[in-house]
């Protein structure tokens, strides 16, 4: 059995589809990807050891009708191409994750007579997703509330976002050795990512005495690359300090770092929801406001809702109620192990295997 798995864009497309890519190779299927040339695909999905090929594919924008004739032609030309690429390697399923990319690929999967499978990471349906669920074979989500207006809800599964062996399978012992974690202490993580983390960033620094006065609390504060040096002169932090306080401007290790992490600050991308809801993790989430159609903050109300997590919106972050939150993360063991228990009970962990069946289960109809 061949898969083609397409997506583009974000992470937050590449990611599920990776750990998807496990799953299905796992099981013996043989997996190719196509995505964007420019792609944070074109480097990710390659490291994995999985066979890559290009299609152009780009977005536009309504008030600029140059880039909508540029995107149609972009689409057809790839179609035309991938119908090619289908009749050499002929796959038994297509997967989309989402991206403009996977639209001239579900295209012509779809004039190839192949079934498409397409899956939504967020509470909102991105536009490719909405368009493509219209035909796909199954729609799959993480939020049953992505497909609250598809008129056609028999072919929508809810399995949960992927998440990749090496996030559910690090070890806790391995995460504090390789970040010098005493194991009797509390670790923060405070994880604000590339995109949008300065706010994150000013409101945890703002509370630099409160967290350091915690005796037994550890904090690894990943700041974002271009936060880095701005967030080390905000703290000022002496020898002494920095020994508890750790500050680093990325981190590719998030797998072992999760499993060291006890209680974390972090925005509410799909990605990293799905990975702080594997390992069980009780969170204060702080939604990026600017996310197309706010869909952060519907990811995040979902998690509270569940009671895994505490959120808080970012324009409040200067407020008394975010130290507060945050402080009873950090000071009652009852309310941390409420939320583990939420969490477990979503199940995520088992997100990739659940797509893998819906995949498997369309290839073999």
């Known amino acids: 059995m061949l898969a083609v ?51 152009e594919a780009s977005g536009f924008n309504r008030s600029h009708p140059t880039t909508i004739v540029k995107g149609v032609h972009k689409i057809a030309k790839s179609t035309k191409q991938a119908k090619q690429w289908f009749d050499r390697i002929k796959p038994d399923v297509v997967v989309g994750f ?5 639209i001239p690929v579900a295209h012509a999967a779809e004039a190839n007579g192949i079934p498409v499978v397409i899956h939504e990471q967020n509470s909102v ?20 509330q992505a497909a609250e207006n598809l008129p056609d809800k028999s072919r929508v599964k809810v399995t949960g976002n992927p998440v990749r062996r090496a996030v559910i399978e690090a070890s806790r012992e391995v995460g504090r050795e390789m970040l010098s974690i005493p194991e009797d202490d509390l ?8 995109l949008g983390a300065r706010h994150i ?17 550890s904090i690894v504060h990943i700041t974002g690359p271009k936060e880095l040096e701005s967030v080390q002169e905000a703290l000022n932090l002496t020898e002494e300090e920095a020994k508890r306080w750790q500050l680093m401007g990325y981190q ?27 390992r069980a993790i009780p969170a204060l989430l702080v939604p990026f406001p600017y996310a197309t159609e706010d869909h ?45 228990s939420a969490a477990l009970s979503q199940e995520t962990a088992n997100a990739a295997a659940n797509l893998a069946d819906v995949v498997m289960a369309a290839a073999r109809a």
């Open 5 to 55: 798995l397409s997506g583009g864009g974000t992470a937050g497309h590449i990611n599920p589809a990776l750990a998807l890519a496990e799953e299905l190779k796992q099981r013996g299927v043989e997996v190719k990807f196509a995505g964007t040339p420019q792609g944070v695909e074109s480097r990710l999905v390659p490291l994995a050891g999985i066979d890559f090929t290009p299609f």
């Open 98 to 102: 989402g991206g403009y990319v996977s």
């Open 125 to 144: 349906m991105g536009m490719a997703n909405r368009y493509l669920a219209k035909k796909a074979q199954a729609v799959c989500v993480t939020y049953a």
């Open 187 to 194: 670790m923060l993580l405070v994880f604000g990512g590339s």
């Open 201 to 217: 960033n000013e409101a945890v620094c703002a509370l630099k005495s409160d967290l350091l006065a915690k005796e037994h609390l």
């Open 252 to 278: 590719d290790r998030m797998g072992e770092t999760l499993a060291a992490t006890d209680v974390i600050v972090s925005r509410a991308g799909a990605s990293s929801l799905a990975e702080i809801s594997a």
């Open 296 to 340: 952060q903050t519907t990811n995040a109300l979902a998690w509270v809702e569940a009671g895994c997590a505490y959120m808080m919106p970012d324009n409040e972050l200067d407020s008394f109620e975010f130290k507060d939150k945050l402080m009873r993360l950090i000071d009652s063991p009852e309310l941390r192990d409420q939320m583990r």
